[in-house]
């Protein structure tokens, strides 16, 4: 009897050591707590907390826009947690460059999560290797999106230095020091006009004198000014240059962004229908 029950126990522990290889192929795969968030206009950031995935589980992203539907993010704009080998835990992290990828952040969209399980060795694929996980991303297409403005503005900092710069620059202009160059580049001109004034008014006097002695200092002194007024003039004036051109090539470049973005896409995907596999033309504008 007792011979009995050693074999019956000893069948049971052999059973719960073949058991825990298996134990985490029973782990649930799931992505939680979703969180995405729009980097300076232009890129896409999305948080998430994963449990459950081996090494070998493989996790992708699916992006869908409210009016252009899904999206294609290019796998060179893409950073982060994703792909094979990522590590369960909080705050995994994934970026999107979507600007660079030519899609503008103007409308709502929404991310969905997708990890593939890799089936385990001698064992059969699960009925479903796909746990999906979604979530909406947090803008709102009632807010009037800023977009920096073209070459054009270069007139403006033609009247105004500083001020054509700010309707260019990206994400957001930073107003103070462009202003600043307003009025660095007007105070030099004052500056240098008043000191032309003197210069003309010492020089007159220094005419009006009679012997060299007595001149010398009105001259020295119109001389003087005459100086401060060229340096002035000058240094305003290339401040004032180097405005206008920093604001023409900035212009340029959003122009091109603009439409770079604007481009009509062509896409080719993969389907069936009616069992056979097809080719899929997308054609975006």
């Known amino acids: 009897m007792h011979q009995y029950y050693t074999r019956y126990w000893l069948k049971r522990f052999v059973c719960f050591l073949l058991l825990i290889p298996a134990l985490p192929t029973f782990s649930q795969v799931s992505v939680t707590n979703i969180r995405i968030n729009v980097i300076d206009e232009s890129a896409v950031e999305i948080l998430y907390d994963l449990t459950g995935t081996q090494p070998a589980d493989s996790l992708y992203l699916r992006i869908r826009s409210q009016s252009n539907g899904l999206l294609n993010p290019a796998a060179q704009y893409l950073s982060g947690d994703w792909g094979q080998d990522v590590a369960p835990g909080t705050n ?132 003087g000014h005459h100086h401060r007024y060229y340096l002035a003039t000058r240094l305003g004036g290339a401040i004032w240059i180097t405005d206008i051109v920093a604001t023409f090539i900035k212009g340029v470049q959003n122009q091109k962004q603009r439409a770079k973005a604007a481009q009509p896409k062509l896409n080719l995907l993969p389907g069936s229908q009616a069992g056979y596999p097809v080719a899929v033309f997308q054609y975006k504008f």
């Open 92 to 223: 995994r992290r994934i970026l999107w460059k979507a600007l660079e990828n030519g899609y503008e952040l103007d409308e709502p969209i929404r991310a969905t999560l997708l990890i593939k399980t890799a089936p385990k060795a001698g064992t059969q694929p699960p009925a479903t290797t796909n746990t999906v996980s979604e979530t909406a991303a947090g803008i709102d297409p009632t807010e009037k999106k800023y977009r920096p403005g073209g070459p054009g503005f270069a007139l403006l900092s033609v009247v105004a230095p500083g001020v054509g710069n700010i309707f260019v620059q990206s994400p957001r202009p930073v107003i103070g020091h462009r202003l600043g160059i307003t009025a660095a580049c007007y105070g030099l001109m004052a500056y240098g006009l008043i000191e032309k004034k003197k210069s003309r008014d010492e020089y007159a006097l220094y005419e009006q004198q009679r012997n060299r002695i007595a001149a010398q200092p009105f001259y020295d002194r119109a001389n």
